[in-house]
């Protein structure tokens, strides 16, 4: 039994958006228009939008009748960011896809057999289609409300032009935010170079710490020079002391033995024999060295270091790093406004884009 118009255009419906999904360029968001041409990442584009969003990244080459006449160039795919490389022939040197342009010329013949059964109508207006676009109240709206209904003040105009311009204003703003992602990808690639260069500074830290090391080194020898001097007078010192106590010890033992003797001979009741006995005197210790007053003091060997301690408390990085800090604060400006720039570019677009949508809805 064959299948009535309505169950026709039930089955074809779905299949017909998701195909016509997929033959939307991404950067004029309308259907692809021939040339196509296929990037080298299998995504496609017209080639007129190609030749834009080239222009776009590379916006100090030559042109002629909008066309580039440099020798190659690059731009990146809008879809997956791959980085397209151009030669000599620019984007005329990338590859048609005659596959797509072929089922776009199937899909509109087949297109045009179904009638369209969406048109959207008026609200307020039975049977009334909706055809024109108000301008002061900025929506899509029927002839009779401007005649006789809510419209009636306002100026309108016919929604063919005002969606043609929108879209052209979009396609204007898609084209912009490419030019600028690729601003935006060059800036994030010198932070890169740059995040790398930083992480570099270990360098500068091992020679930093190198050269602490070798103070280390250096106040170490030189403590260990001052200790000995100290540790040989000290020495010195205590062996002439011993010594010196070594000799009073003895003419110590040497007196007592005189003393002991002198005292068995006052016990001595003869006298011939007490005369007979020699006592030699053995008691002055003149001949003794004796200490001078102060000689234990070893203040002589204090050492003043306070000039040293401010020296290296005042140790830091040469002059330069003041340069350094005024063109790493002047980049972060100029990426700070750059990037301000761009964020209001960005929102305009946007704002551009949500009226476009609703214009685009009713068109469709």
Same mark, same amino acid.
């Given at each position: ?13 779905? !299949? ?20 196509? &041409?296929?990037?080298?990442?299998? %995504?496609? !584009? ?13 916006? *100090? ?22 980085? &397209?490389?151009?030669?000599?022939? #620019? &984007? ?14 199937? *899909? ?16 307020? %207006? ?22 006789? #209904?809510?419209?009636? /003040? ?23 935010? &490419? #030019? ?67 000799? *009073? ?20 009741? @003869?006298?011939?024999?007490? !005369? ?22 070893? /203040? ?15 140790? /830091? ?27 209001? @570019? ?5 704002? @551009? ?8 809805? *009713? @068109? %469709?």
């Amino acid at each position: 039994m064959p299948l009535s118009f309505h169950a026709c255009f039930s089955s074809f419906q779905p !299949l017909s958006l998701n195909l016509e999904k997929q033959l939307i360029c991404p950067i004029c968001l309308e259907m692809f228009t021939k040339p196509v &041409v296929i990037l080298p990442c299998q %995504h496609n !584009l017209c080639r007129k939008c190609a030749n834009d969003v080239f222009q776009a990244s590379n916006p *100090y080459l030559s042109t002629r009748s909008g066309t580039t006449v440099a020798s190659g160039g690059r731009f990146r795919c809008p879809s997956c960011r791959h980085e &397209v490389i151009l030669d000599r022939h #620019g &984007v005329y040197g990338l590859q048609r896809n005659l596959l797509v342009e072929n089922i776009i010329d199937m *899909y509109k013949q087949g297109s045009t057999r179904y009638v369209k059964l969406d048109q959207p109508m008026c609200e307020d %207006h039975e049977g009334e289609k909706i055809n024109i676009y108000c301008i002061t109240c900025g929506i899509p709206t029927c002839s009779l409300c401007k005649v006789f #209904g809510a419209h009636k /003040d306002c100026q309108v105009a016919p929604l063919n032009d005002i969606f043609s311009q929108q879209k052209a204003e979009l396609a204007d703003c898609v084209a912009m935010l &490419v #030019g600028n992602n690729e601003r935006i990808q060059a800036i994030i690639s010198q932070l890169d170079e740059t995040c790398r260069a930083v992480d570099n500074g270990r360098r500068q830290k091992s020679k930093v710490c190198e050269m602490f090391d070798h103070l280390f080194a250096l106040l170490e020898e030189r403590k260990g020079e001052m200790t000995v001097r100290i540790n040989a007078e000290q020495d010195e010192k205590l062996n002439y002391i011993r010594n010196l106590t070594k000799k *009073y010890t003895e003419h110590l033992d040497s007196t007592a033995k005189l003393v002991e003797t002198a005292i068995q001979t006052m016990d001595e009741s @003869e006298m011939a024999v007490f !005369l007979q006995v020699e006592i030699v005197e053995g008691t002055s210790t003149s001949h003794l060295d004796k200490v001078q007053r102060g000689y234990e003091n070893m /203040d002589h060997f204090t050492a003043n270091f306070e000039l040293q301690r401010k020296a290296l408390s005042q140790v /830091d990085f040469i002059k330069r790093k003041l340069l350094h800090c005024l063109m790493r604060d002047t980049m972060l400006n100029v990426l700070s406004a750059s990037l301000a720039l761009m964020l209001a @570019e960005k929102t305009q677009c946007l704002h @551009e884009a949500s009226k476009f949508r609703i214009i685009l809805r *009713y @068109e %469709h």
